[in-house]
């Protein structure tokens, strides 16, 4: 195993202290993807697997050849202490905040499936509620925590200090972040919009966290003044980024491909593999590590096909679905694809991507199969579009601009993983969706009704999007689908926050006041 940069062509060995390719230019990052030997993957699939998965081991345990840190730790004759050591973190977990990490459950939802037009026996759900804190989240911060743990141990003094952590967020990712890193024992500061709900601030600093808050005149600054001032903490006190996005940190994709890993497994062992995914997205941390591990797991033919993976955001902000045309045109312009002319046509204009789902679905639907079909013949031509389109990645990922927020919730405004998820989207066969706020309550209703799981509004975005996608007659009769129920309301339980732990940074303050 290795870490490759697709953009330049270039391989890295899993001791690199890079978080992204080192070719990096202005016109965008290239993020690291891991590169494994299926052939060393294939020793342990099905019977080491699956008497792991018997023996109710943790899930990074189960799979712990499919990651970075562990192959990294058993290069250096620390498998053991890798094992130990992942286990150790699970158990600090639940000492601090009453749970650790578990392997969640696959349901198959009978009752829900039916309220929404599905028969029986069609849709399955990972209630990822169950997760340390709420949420998926933990996973990325778990694979993140055990890859710098792994170097310390392999380095000439594994007893050198841990280094600070650094994470910037307006939603409820930094709690994961924070009982993560705080049961690891490293140092974080949260870098956060000064109007910040007050019971995140409380969990934070009860957990170790200090929490600085950024002032921005607007809300629509919070997130990019938040990250400005993050980033430059990192250069100045040389501290490492806590992130779930694979952008700005390749070893955060890992943790959260554990979830896929065990959704697909589960559904081979029942012999039900999945047709359709819908995945939430805002950054794209989420739906990257389930890109990422459908890919691996086709290419070891634990499953035949890939799911169609379908990607949902809200009319509020649909960065990614804006995007995925952008691209799409880019395909069709190069000549590697031929689109209808009349979406051709619509691409090259001042387009919006609500309208031209709203007004051409079934056109965009019959041109992403195609495409998914004709991939296999096409591949080499595809994915140099792709990498040309990586070259210039801010000019086709771009920072939504958009005052409305229906949701009453943090949206990331930008979708950091986006090039990564919208080609395994066209490579699947698969769309993003953009659904409405309040199709979103209403998902919220059913999958508390139906099921019995309190999710938060946005954690009900997968759900809202299979209920399009049904509407829209894009699921087959005798297809099966899956969604990921994950992301809960922080709950404070009352404490207040620590006082002492909490940094206000004024607009233009000097970042140097974090270290007085």
Partial sequence: ?????PVCDKEYPLETNALFCPESTEDGIHPLIKREDPSELARVFPTTLTKRWNDKKLPFSVFREFMASYQLAAKHGKASWWVERVLALSDACERMTGRGFIRTPELQADDLAQAIDLPKGSLFVKNETLQLMGSHKSRHFAGVIMHLETLREISDDPAAAKKTLAIYSQGNAITEAAAVAGAAGYKLYAFVPERIEEDIVSVLTNLG???VKVASETRETDL??????????????????LTSYGHDLWSAVEGAETMEYEFLF?????????????????????ANAVASANSLFKSLDIIRKLPRLYTCQTTDCYPLAQSYFLVLRELGRGGVVTLPPELAMLLESSFDAKDLLENNLRQIKMTAELIAEMYPKIRDDMEAVFIEVGKKRNEFFKVWISEENSLGAPMDNKTY??????????????????????ELKKAQELALEKTGIDLSLVGSSA?????????????????????????TKVNDKGLPAVQNRIITLAENENISKLAE
């Fill in 1 to 5: 195993m290795h870490l490759y940069c």
């Fill in 209 to 211: 966290t200090t929490v």
């Fill in 224 to 241: 990019a003044l938040c990250r400005q001032r993050y980033q430059e903490a990192l250069k100045k006190f040389d501290w490492s980024p």
């Fill in 266 to 286: 589960n559904q081979y062992l029942i012999d039900t593999p999945l047709d359709v995914q819908v995945v939430q997205v805002g950054g794209g941390s989420l």
């Fill in 417 to 438: 993983d986006g090039l990564e998820i919208i080609r395994h989207m066209i490579i699947s066969g698969g769309l993003p969706l953009i659904t409405s706020p309040d």
């Fill in 463 to 487: 759900l809202a999007g299979l209920r399009l996608l049904v509407q829209s007659k894009l699921v087959h009769q005798g297809e099966h689908c899956g969604i990921f129920f994950t992301g």
